[in-house]
């Protein structure tokens, strides 16, 4: 009877182990995968000067983006981007989000780097604190 108390309690011991190390494995996996890196609008500019491509995703609404936004940029308005950005970007792109002011960059840069994406940068601020050029769309 000792016996079988000393194999139950080492089987949960061995149970409770084992979660714990899922546990560390998943966070360990989160954390090598990266969050996206912050950047200002100086630190964009220089991305677009390295002579690297930059696929800069502007996120707002096609109206805001038509009347101003940073060269180059696509627009993939934020209320369908969940369902796009996976789609329309590669991992292989090097990917800048900017948004109003830098919440909705963050939320889907996460969803790149949880997908595998390494290269993701979200501008600080947003179009907010952009003090660089603007093109403007018909």
Same mark, same amino acid.
């Given at each position: 009877?000792?016996?079988?108390?000393?194999?139950?309690?080492?089987?949960?011991?061995?149970?409770?182990?084992?979660?714990?190390?899922?546990?560390?494995?998943?966070?360990?996996?989160?954390?090598?995968?990266?969050?996206?890196?912050?950047?200002?609008?100086?630190?964009?500019?220089?991305?677009?000067?390295?002579?690297?491509?930059?696929?800069?995703?502007?996120?707002?609404?096609?109206?805001?983006?038509?009347?101003?936004?940073?060269?180059?940029?696509?627009?993939?308005?934020?209320?369908?981007?969940?369902? %796009?950005?996976?789609?329309?970007?590669?991992?292989?792109? %090097?990917?800048?989000?900017?948004?109003?002011?830098?919440?909705?960059?963050?939320?889907?840069?996460?969803?790149?780097?949880?997908?595998?994406?390494?290269?993701?940068?979200?501008?600080?601020?947003?179009?907010?604190?952009?003090?660089?050029?603007?093109?403007?769309?018909?």
């Amino acid at each position: 009877m000792v016996n079988m108390m000393v194999n139950m309690s080492g089987k949960k011991a061995l149970v409770k182990l084992n979660i714990l190390l899922a546990i560390i494995l998943c966070a360990v996996s989160a954390f090598a995968a990266g969050p996206h890196k912050v950047i200002t609008g100086e630190e964009l500019q220089a991305l677009t000067k390295d002579g690297q491509p930059v696929k800069i995703v502007d996120v707002r609404e096609p109206e805001l983006f038509k009347s101003g936004h940073v060269p180059g940029a696509i627009n993939i308005p934020y209320d369908t981007a969940h369902g %796009r950005v996976l789609k329309e970007l590669s991992p292989n792109d %090097r990917v800048v989000f900017i948004c109003h002011g830098g919440p909705m960059g963050d939320e889907l840069g996460g969803i790149l780097t949880k997908n595998g994406y390494t290269k993701v940068y979200n501008v600080k601020g947003g179009m907010k604190k952009w003090r660089g050029p603007l093109e403007q769309s018909k």
